[in-house]
């Protein structure tokens, strides 16, 4: 089954959406399979964002992803990778549509609340980075 790689941001964290968010993953059908509260090592969060390095936004990013905890998760269920991704809605919250995360709940690029994997690659990677294999649950999923 499809697994993708969630993660509630410092200012997510910060204004108490870690229920809310995972309230919409869990009443759409999507299982949790591993999550914790974290705070990103300088060394994890350039690894995680090295995709951005020679974009000019790069320090601010890793300053603000290393600011305080975030809530990492990984969650499991059909096109879960593409479905989070619209649930999460556009990158820039000047263009998410109302009802998806951050057409909800953000107004800037920067303070956009949740990342969420782009695709099966970068899935696998994110998971690895974040999680041990032991710290990954497997469990059956009431309907
Ligand atoms: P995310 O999905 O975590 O992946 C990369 C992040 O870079 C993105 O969400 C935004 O929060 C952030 N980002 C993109 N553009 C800018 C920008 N112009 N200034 C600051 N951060 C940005």
């Given at each position: 089954?499809?697994?993708?790689?969630?993660?509630?941001?410092?200012?997510?964290?910060?204004?108490?959406?870690?229920?809310?968010?995972?309230?919409?993953?869990?009443?759409?059908?999507?299982?949790?399979?591993?999550?914790?509260?974290?705070?990103?090592?300088?060394?994890?969060?350039?690894?995680?964002?090295?995709?951005?390095?020679?974009?000019?936004?790069?320090?601010?990013?890793?300053?603000?992803?290393?600011?305080?905890?975030?809530?990492?998760?990984?969650?499991?269920?059909?096109?879960?990778?593409?479905?989070?991704?619209?649930?999460?809605?556009?990158?820039?919250?000047?263009?998410?549509?109302?009802?998806?995360?951050?057409?909800?709940?953000?107004?800037?690029?920067?303070?956009?609340?949740?990342?969420?994997?782009?695709s099966?690659e970068s899935?696998?990677?994110?998971?690895?980075?974040?999680?041990?294999?032991?710290?990954?649950?497997?469990?059956?999923?009431?309907?």
């Open positions: 089954m499809e697994k993708t790689f969630l993660m509630v941001k410092p200012d997510g964290v910060q204004r108490g959406l870690i229920g809310e968010i995972v309230n919409r993953f869990e009443s759409k059908g999507y299982q949790l399979v591993g999550g914790k509260l974290m705070t990103i090592s300088q060394e994890l969060a350039e690894q995680h964002y090295g995709e951005h390095k020679e974009r000019p936004f790069f320090g601010e990013l890793v300053d603000f992803i290393t600011s305080g905890p975030v809530f990492a998760m990984v969650w499991e269920g059909e096109n879960v990778i593409s479905t989070a991704r619209l649930m999460m809605g556009a990158t820039n919250p000047k263009e998410s549509a109302p009802g998806t995360i951050r057409g909800d709940f953000a107004v800037t690029v920067a303070k956009n609340i949740i990342h969420g994997s782009d099966p899935a696998e990677r994110e998971i690895g980075l974040f999680f041990k294999e032991e710290e990954l649950s497997s469990y059956e999923k009431a309907v």
